[in-house]
Every structure is written in C-alpha cells, then in structure tokens.
C-alpha cells in the first residue's frame, strides 16, 4: 500500500443569512495530486473543511491523518489546530474517524472525510496548512475570502439588565425576550423600548465572532397598522437588510424578510415575561423612571431623553421634597443624539422652584477630579430616598471614546439616569445617562457644555442659575441643599 499525503485547503467566505456558509472548490496557490478540497463549512465554532481522495492506480491505497495539522495565519501567526475527523460512507453519511488510522481505499474509488478545525475569526485571509509531524506536509499560500464583520450599533444592555429594567420601570405587552424557531440560527432577542424607541437586541445563539450581547439586532419603526412594524435588520453576517416587516402574533413574534422578490419568514416564541411573571408583577402603566434637576427657578428641568423618550405623560416629584405631589411637565426641547431633554412644568399648581444653590461650569474638567451624583435608582427595591454616590473623573472620554461623555467611576443603577454630576464645588458639570454593564465602576455623564448649548434654543425666560451658596460647604452640607432641586421623573 502507498500513503498518501492529505492535504486541505481551508477557506471562509463571506456568510450567508444562516449559521452555516459553503464554499465550493477554495483557491490555493498548490495542490497535490488525486486530493481535492470539496467544500468549506462554517459555523459558529467550528470549520469543517470536505476533502476526497480518487484512487487512480490499480491497487489499493491509505490515507492517514495527523492531530497535530494546524492552520497557521500567515499575518498574525495563530495556530489552528484540527479537532476531528470524520468519514463520508457512499450513502454520504457521516461517521466519527480518527487521527492515525488508515483507512483504505480501493483503485477507481474515492473516499472523503471531513476535518474539523475551530473556527477562524473573520478578516484572516492567509494561510499555511501544516502537518506539524516528521515528514509532515505543508501548503503554502492558502488565500481566501473572509471578510471583516461590518459595524453595527452596540448597547451596554445584557439579559439581566433589561430585566431589572422591565422590573422597575414596567414594559409594553409587545416587549419581552424572544427565540427563534429556526433549527440553524437559535436566536434569543430582546425586543425593548430603548432611548424612545424600539430595537431588537441580540442576546445569544448566534455566531460568537460576529455577535456580542447587547448588538442591536434591528431599528423597528411604526407603520400606520397596529402591531406591524418596519425594521432595519442586521443579518447574520451583519449585512444591512431594510426590507424586513415585523409583527406581533399571539405569544411571539414573525419577522418577514423580502429577499430577491421571495418573501421568508421566521417565527419566535415569546419566552419572558412567563405567566407566573405576569400574575406576580401586574401590568404598569410607567413607561419610564429617572432622575431630573432644576436649571432655573421658573421650572425648568434638566434630564436624559431616554427617560422620556416619546411619551406625552411626563410626572416631576419630590418638588421642595414633597413626594406626594406631581407635577405635570412637557418637553421644550430634546437632543436624542446627545441623550438630553429640557422639560418645564406646566402645572396650574406650580409656582416656583425657589432659588438654586448650585451653579454650572460648563468648562472640561480634569481627570481625577472628585465628582458625586444624586439620583432615584431602582425605585421598587430601594425607595424614594434620594441616593449619593461619588467618585472621580476616569477620563475625558466615554464609551469607545465618545467625546461628548466623561467615564466616571461613580456607581449608578437604572433610574440614575438624567441625574446631576456635582464637582466638589457645588457646580453641575454633567448629566449621568449610562453604565457599562462589562466593567466594574465605569459609568458615564455628558458634559454639561452639551447641556448649554441645547439651552440657547429655549424660550427668553430662560436663565440658567448663576449662584452658588454651597461652594464653600463639605458634602454632607452640600446634599442637604441639593437634594430639594433633584427629582423623580416618570414617563407614563
């Protein structure tokens, strides 16, 4: 009997709208003869590489394969080593193979195996194939297609952290965590009312190079039918599609994907909230709770435009630290981009929101800086008691280097949101909208230059406070003022 040396070519092209994407008979600067690569598949962990042989001669023949047959990345060096084998019968069935064994095949006839290789990561387009053994064979130049994942928008929102939205702020009937019926993508989604607005969330069973918890999955608009909706969906290969419809069905969703003038369509089941959920929490009415701040006495107040979002209803509480009463409020102005809103309270009960202790800087602040927040986070398990944390200025930047925000190492909880960043001369120099949910301590405020510049298109009776009456005050002392300046927003 003769051995023949295997040899593979390996490639990944770009993916389809499946987990799983073939290429047919890859390029490769060299080949050896009677071995052909048929076909590359991939997945989301793995990459399965088809090969047969064609026995040519008038005996038999074996072929054997090595464990230690890598791949190596011509640019960065990474190794990738072969994980398993498996043989193709004539029926094209396959069955488990293993390393070192000859398997023999006789003259006219082919046998195919499929080797399994973890996957290699998208944007890798050159390659070595190398039998890391004495004698061992290696090629040479392997190119391929494997385009880079194009960008898509990102969230600091996990699984666990829209729910403890959901339970402190309430949700909508359509909201709630989805998975896919599809036997090759097993998506599980999140469909929120996020910023104002509704998306679909990534939260897991798809490609783990591509996607990450928290990518948005799609931008859902209204339609003028209730319950269908029109979304820019992000493929499985992060392609843009804008030919999607979704709609609500009875325990789940269907999305509805034109694709070349065929219509496909998708089911999924509805698997939170459950009906225990249901019966225990109830149905709310709030759409949203957060924190806001006076910016002048005449009442206007300051917050994120992700704590009103679109809602016509706006309540302000805890006026002069009465919690009893509301106050009916609009927004005069918001900035989506910049996550802020100005409202003013337009209640016949209202008078005036007394003079302002604090004043504003609206200049950069430095890094170090001691700063604190005053907020009402998670309202249903710790009261409305207004909180303080504080921290220092991290840095200039924010979230993949935002310019507009500082990250803070201030702890904030949902319901922060909207709240003043104090430096420890009494004066706002921001407004705290975010986490990072995957750090520990880094949370996120807009510089309040943002803030002035969103003013200067309100009304004239509009001035922002000027004096400030705790300066020169230790913090204890300093809260006692603030506090009957910091609000509670809802958004109903």
């Keep these: 009997m003769v051995k023949f040396i295997l040899v593979l070519s390996f490639c990944i092209l770009s993916f389809t709208n499946f987990s799983q994407a073939i290429t047919i008979g890859p390029n490769v600067y060299k080949s050896y003869p009677s071995t052909t690569v048929n076909s590359v598949m991939c997945y989301n962990n793995d990459t399965r590489v088809s090969i047969?042989?064609?026995?040519?001669?008038?005996?038999?023949?074996?072929?054997q394969f090595s464990h230690n047959t890598y791949i190596i990345d011509k640019v960065s060096g990474k190794r990738y080593r072969a994980k398993s084998i498996e043989l193709i019968d004539k029926q094209f069935n396959s069955k488990k193979a293993t390393f070192g064994t000859k398997?023999?095949?006789?003259?006219?006839e082919i046998i195919a195996f499929v080797l399994v290789f973890?996957?290699?990561?998208?944007?890798?387009t050159y390659f070595d194939i190398k039998e890391d053994i004495y004698n061992g064979f290696k090629w040479e130049g392997v190119r391929i297609e494997n385009p880079k994942i194009p960008?898509?928008?990102?969230?600091?929102?996990?699984?666990?952290?829209?729910?403890?939205?959901?339970?402190?702020?309430?949700?909508?009937?359509?909201?709630?965590i989805y998975e896919s019926t599809n036997s090759n993508n097993k998506y599980k989604l999140a469909l929120v009312n996020n910023y104002g607005s509704l998306q679909i969330i990534y939260l897991s069973g798809g490609d783990s190079y591509v996607w990450n918890e928290g990518d948005i999955k799609?931008?859902?608009?209204?339609?003028?039918?209730?319950n269908l909706y029109k979304a820019t969906w992000?493929?499985?290969?992060?392609?843009?599609?804008?030919?999607?419809?979704?709609?609500c069905v009875q325990g789940g969703l269907k999305t509805i994907f034109n694709q070349n003038n065929d219509a496909e369509s998708v089911l999924y089941i509805k698997l939170f909230p459950t009906s225990e959920n249901i019966a225990i929490n109830g149905s709310k009415s709030l759409f949203s709770s957060g924190t806001g701040f006076a910016i002048s006495s005449n009442g206007y107040i300051a917050t994120n435009y992700h704590v009103i979002g679109n809602s016509s209803d706006i309540i302000i509480k805890g006026i002069k630290g009465d919690f009893n009463k509301e106050y009916k409020a609009v927004v005069t102005i918001k900035d989506a981009n910049n996550d802020l809103a100005i409202l003013k309270i337009t209640d016949s009960k209202f008078t005036t929101l007394g003079t302002l202790p604090y004043n504003f800087n609206f200049n950069i602040s430095d890094v170090g800086e001691n700063v604190f927040a005053l907020g009402y986070p998670l309202r249903a398990s710790m009261g409305d008691e207004i909180k303080l944390t504080n921290g220092i200025i991290s840095s200039k930047s924010g979230f993949q280097g935002d310019i507009t925000t500082y990250q803070v190492s201030i702890p904030v909880q949902a319901g922060n949101s909207g709240g003043?960043?104090?430096?420890?001369?009494?004066?706002?120099?921001?407004?705290?909208?975010?986490?990072?949910?995957?750090?520990?301590n880094a949370s996120y405020s807009i510089k309040s230059n943002y803030l002035n510049m969103l003013s200067m298109s309100l009304e004239k009776d509009f001035k922002f406070s000027s004096d400030n009456a705790i300066?020169?005050?230790?913090?204890?002392?300093?809260?006692?003022?603030?506090?009957?300046?910091?609000?509670i927003i809802e958004a109903r």
């Design 52 to 63: 047969s042989m064609y026995n040519n001669y008038t005996y038999s023949l074996w072929a």
């Design 103 to 108: 398997y023999t095949y006789q003259s006219k």
């Design 118 to 124: 973890p996957r290699v990561p998208p944007g890798a």
């Design 151 to 176: 960008f898509t928008p990102k969230t600091l929102l996990t699984e666990a952290s829209i729910k403890e939205m959901w339970k402190e702020n309430g949700m909508s009937d359509s909201e709630g």
């Design 218 to 226: 799609a931008k859902i608009t209204s339609t003028a039918t209730a």
């Design 234 to 247: 992000y493929m499985a290969n992060k392609t843009t599609n804008h030919d999607v419809y979704v709609t």
């Design 420 to 440: 003043p960043m104090f430096n420890s001369n009494g004066q706002i120099i921001g407004v705290i909208n975010a986490k990072h949910i995957g750090a520990e």
């Design 471 to 487: 300066s020169g005050l230790n913090l204890p002392e300093q809260v006692k003022f603030i506090k009957e300046f910091v609000y």
